[in-house]
């Protein structure tokens, strides 16, 4: 019997895929849904009903006894609330299973148990589940069985968005509208659609499961709040698409096979750069099923991880002192008949569509950085940004010497006549290929860098779902798309127009151009003589989010209304200070009852051993020396957790969101870095049997 693996059979096995629609439906009632998932509208109830007849069938063949509306709250994390597809009883006792196109198409969770920012009060708790028709659904298995879950939008009563979902599909139908403006101009008349294809390349870190439990900050914080470096980190060099060792190999090939199953075209996979650390990239796809698909990614990689005795971890910053990891966001746009906006051709200084689409885009990130940065904000990604290859806390474009020299020609003289092109790699090995090089480097230091024929988005963390980067990408640059558009449709002179319209735009915005060092002391003062915002945290960039500007983008474009817009802002705000409280909590508790009683043992110990050498006549100066240091360190960890007590108990007395988020990012986080200073000495000095926990070592290298 042969175990080879057949993936073409297994890919999408577990997916409601449009192939089993059309197996299972009447013909027209397919041509019906994919007519709707193509172009939108409403689903009748009748259509509803049998749609959900055939997908309750497909389901229950499978083993599915319930089903559930997954949706993406915003906790950053998705829900679900399973209902079985058991009714009453017929007349002769017999159990009936059913599913209507109601249950299909609506659901009711209690809005008030999530985040709403002042959206819902406790009291008013109705909230409802939409179906969106547009990403498939899936079966889901584990412990408590096989469940149809079914990709949900989540709103208030009154409408508002409550998710990340929402306001996605808001921003791809404007997108959608905005560039099919521009490709129409330009004479794709026959292109019907434009879509946003997403790429979300996923790093994550592997620890062995149960050192994992005896670290209560991993537990809580989902980081290490606490430890030394190891003798080793990734100085060597050695980690970086190294051999697979056994152990993660294997949760690597179960990954990859649970996420076939579910459609995720999961593609490479490989050691990141530090210890422990690993990548995983799929196939773009649409971005609605790529947000979907990646928040599926990060579920299954947790899942899988429990199956092979380790623990995922996805926090941006889990060890200090390596790599923190990244959700590294490929983003582009197409049409329907297949041509990528965003693909420069072999001669792009000659291109005109792609350089003005180009140019549109410039124009948006540069007008938007701060909205940009804010999308990939989040408490974790405070400890990533700047440093281990990732990018800065500054919005810049990388290009790549080819297009720079292009805009830069475009920007002096209105023309580019010349392109740099790609030269011939020699190895000076006869038996290897002599092929030609790209025309440019990589930079891996730029937070939105073009790499061929898309943008990639390299600042969003490892933990946070890719909904609001893609839904701000989107509203920014068909805001750029539109008021050309509505220039360009009345010009008298398309071709001049468009080509006035390239130079004014990469004039006026090439400030936000940058192909050098991202890391450099020397790009911050430059980035700051070229007015480019540098937001160097989570809680100053949550206010982007409510500024004229920003305002004035969403409602016009009807992603976010200002008060959607409010409530996200006081809900980020909250989020930093809760997220702070537990670390900060975290760390009292585990210094108070581990590592203070662990250090006050050990120095027991070494009282003892120096009154016996005395004893024994013999020097003990060594031993004594060992002992104050050991009780130095003791002394100041005593002085910082008191300290840290204090500004825990002033941040719980605060009121106001904003005054509260920032108190603990400026004072709490000052007094949980100035704790962490002894204790890590101390982890040094302390006889590692006594150490009340795994250290950096053990966690990362022991896998």
Known sequence: MSNVMNVEELFASKVFTRETMKARLPKNTYKEVI??????????????????????????????????????????????????FVSHPDENGKMIMEFSGKELIKGEPDASSFPSGGLRATFEARGYTAWDITSPAFLKEDATGVILCIPTAFCSYKGEA???????????????????????????????????????????????????????DLIF???????????????????????????????????????????????????????????????????????????????????????????????????????????????????????????????????????????????????????????????????????????PAIISIFLGEQLEDVVRQLVETGEASSLIEGGKLQTGVSTLPDFVTDATDRNRTSPFAFTGNKFEFRMVGSSDSIGSPNTILNAIVAEAFCEAADILEKADNFEMAVHDMIKEYLTKHQRIIFNGNGYADEWVKEAERRGLPNIKTMVESVSTLTTEKSVKLFEKFGIFTKTELESREEILYEIYSKTINIEALTMIDMTSRQIIPAVVGYCKTLAETVVAVKGAGADATVYTQLLTEVSDKLADMKEALVKLQEAEEKAAALKNGKDKAFFYKDVVRAAMDELRVPVDKAELLVDKKVWPMPTYGDLIFEV
């Open 162 to 216: 409550l998710d990340k979902k929402t306001p996605l599909l808001r921003s791809l139908e404007v997108i959608n509208e905005q560039a099919l403006r521009i490709v129409h101009l330009f004479g794709n008349t026959d292109a019907k659609k434009v879509i946003a294809s997403v790429g979300a390349e996923q790093e994550y870190f592997l620890v062995d499961r149960e050192k994992y439990l005896q670290r209560p």
């Open 35 to 84: 007519r709707l998932m193509d172009e939108g509208g409403e689903l009748s109830l009748a259509t509803a009903d049998v749609v959900a007849k055939a997908m309750k069938d497909w389901a229950v063949e499978n083993g599915a006894t319930h089903y559930t509306h997954w949706f993406q709250p915003l906790t950053g994390i998705t829900a679900e609330k399973h209902d079985s």
């Open 221 to 391: 914080a989902g980081r290490t709040l606490f430890g030394a470096p190891a003798p080793k980190g990734q100085e060597m060099e050695d980690h970086y698409f190294g051999s697979i060792r056994e152990r993660v190999g294997a949760y690597m090939k179960d990954l990859n096979v649970e996420l076939w199953k579910l459609g995720v075209t999961a593609k490479t996979q490989h050691n990141e750069a530090a210890p422990a650390q690993h990548e995983l990239a799929p196939i773009y796809e649409e971005a609605n099923i790529a947000v979907d698909h990646n928040q599926l990614v990060m579920e299954t990689m947790k899942k899988v991880a429990g199956r092979h005795g380790l623990t995922c971890l996805l926090h941006e910053k889990p060890f200090a002192g390596v790599n923190g990891s990244g959700k590294h966001n490929n983003w582009s746009l197409t049409t329907d008949n297949g041509v990528n906006l965003l693909d420069p051709g072999d001669t792009p200084n000659e291109n005109i569509q792609f350089l003005f689409v180009l140019a549109c885009i410039i124009k948006a990130v540069d007008t938007h950085a701060d909205l940009l940065r804010q999308s990939a904000a989040d408490v974790g990604n405070d400890h990533r940004l700047g440093a281990d290859e990732a990018p």
